[in-house]
């Protein structure tokens, strides 16, 4: 390890708080262990101690040049390189007074800085000066999630874990923390090899979803025309998805609206086709229409005054609620749908959405992510060798845990945000924060899971983006994802349109040489294709205009 820490420790016993600098006082000794780049903190209480935050601090220098990539909390919170003159987005205005807004992010649990030069992430995270990484990155989140603070004011990055609603007794590991430099592919090399994650099963895919034309209000003859397109046209996908709006509410897995019948016959006619198929759930969630909730509310995540907890405004103005992963009837229930779903149906990959929201509450002297990891566990479980691809999930509970991940937001249907949205939560619908995930986050491509940028679109109708904003959206999917879903009907398709879809989903050798903001509003991308180098991209991702190609 080539970082010298200091160490501040804010603590509670016997109803008193209590702040230590240094590793050793009357109520516990911090004891550090070291390996090549990889250091590990464990406390060793003399006294049962609560509300503990350990803060681990080291000199970090920063120049006007130097980017900063702090990792959001979840798969969908806007992630990428920041200029250290930049502040971190955050909820703004009179959003501040929704609260199911705060519910999708860490707003609640986390204080943002007010400052410019000032990033928080969790997991992992990185300064970049031209070619030179310095990567700090946690081993595991299995005991906590790790808060990565980069201070371009102070010169110093500090780390924390959150251990909220924690008491401990016993020895307790804090940090399992790494530390890297080197160039950008080598640094992450380096991190991921360390965490021995299993093999991946699959290297990427192509497919279609029915989210993004349909929504809630598909049908089974889209299900039917959509599916029968492909064939029609001769284009070859690996998955067909299903996504929300085959269940009359969400929370009722099991039951089907009856337009789409028999489900075992529609995965049934999906695979006639030769194609794999895929349904999305969200395994955590219910809504006050739901039988789930109408019948089962003591399966309700509630909070410390014992209020039912909201995920989210989806689905419901008022909000969604949330199942307890730690009841064992929720589990006996999910493992029921995902026995039907899997064995029954025969579905061969399920897309398990809004999964964040089950770690929204310590509890049980569990901290978030501890909740998180173990839910993890449980859906690999329940899973088996079939396919997940997660969402809304926060990255390090899933690393090797999820086959395929989305890595970025919703893409809009348009590029252009309204002017209300900017004040709005970090994982809101946005084509222009999709997009710079899929940039930023390609270091987790093929190494942790399968990165998911979301769709891209081709057709021309039910859009309100160019055809240029359009294309730059599949090229920056196509350079940096390893899931290429479309959401079209292909068979409205001009033949200029069905030649792009053959070339976007035909495997092809990349290598990103350099990707970057140039200035705050373009973006250059330098790559490889098929043994041509030197390939250039350059967009203004503000407007979705191409500057050079």
Known sequence: MKKT???????????????????????????????????KVTINPKAKISHLKINMECVHLYNPQTRVFANGYQSWTDSKEFFIDEKMPRIRGCAKLLPTLKAYGDENFVKYSP????????????????????????????????????????????????????????????FDLGYFEGEYDEVFDRYFSLQNLPALKIKNATGYTSWYNYYTNV???????DLNSFEEKNISIDFFQIDDGYQTQVGDWLSIKPDFGDMKEVADLIHSKKIKAGLWLAPFACTRKSKIYKEHKDW????????????GNNWDPLGFYVLDILKPQVQDYLKEVFDVVLNKWGFDMVKLDFLYATCMIPR???????????????????????????????????FGKVDLCRIGCDVGLKWHPNMFD???????VSTINGINNSI???????????NDPDVFFLRDYNIKMNEEQRLILADVNKLFGGVLFVSDNIATYTNQN???????????DIEIVSAEYITKSLISIEYNINGIESQELVFDIENGVIVRD
């Open 300 to 311: 309700l995540l509630v909070d410390s005054k014992g209020r039912k907890v909201k995920g």
């Open 115 to 174: 400052f410019k030069g000032v990033f928080h992430g969790f997991t992992y995270g990185y300064t970049r000066d031209l070619n030179k990484v310095c990567l700090f990155g946690s081993m595991s989140e299995r005991n906590g999630y790790t808060i990565i603070t980069f201070n371009s004011r102070k010169n110093c990055v500090s780390i924390t874990k959150e251990l909220e609603g924690v008491e401990i007794t016993k020895p307790y590991e804090v």
């Open 422 to 428: 900017k004040y709005l939560h970090r994982e809101r």
């Open 364 to 398: 049980q002297n569990k901290s978030r992510g501890q909740i998180m990891c173990e839910a993890m566990d449980f859906l690999r479980e329940c899973v088996g060798n079939k396919l997940i691809l997660g969402c809304g999930v926060p990255l390090g509970p899933a």
């Open 440 to 450: 930023f986050r390609r270091h987790l491509n093929g190494k942790t899971f399968v």
């Open 219 to 225: 049908k089974k003859a889209n299900i039917i025309q």
């Open 5 to 39: 820490f200091e160490f501040l420790t804010s603590y509670c016993v016997d109803g008193l708080f209590y702040t230590i600098k240094g590793l050793s006082c009357d109520h516990f000794d911090i004891t550090l262990s070291e390996r090549e780049e990889v250091i």
């Open 498 to 508: 069905l030649k792009r879809l053959e070339d976007l989903l035909k495997t092809d």
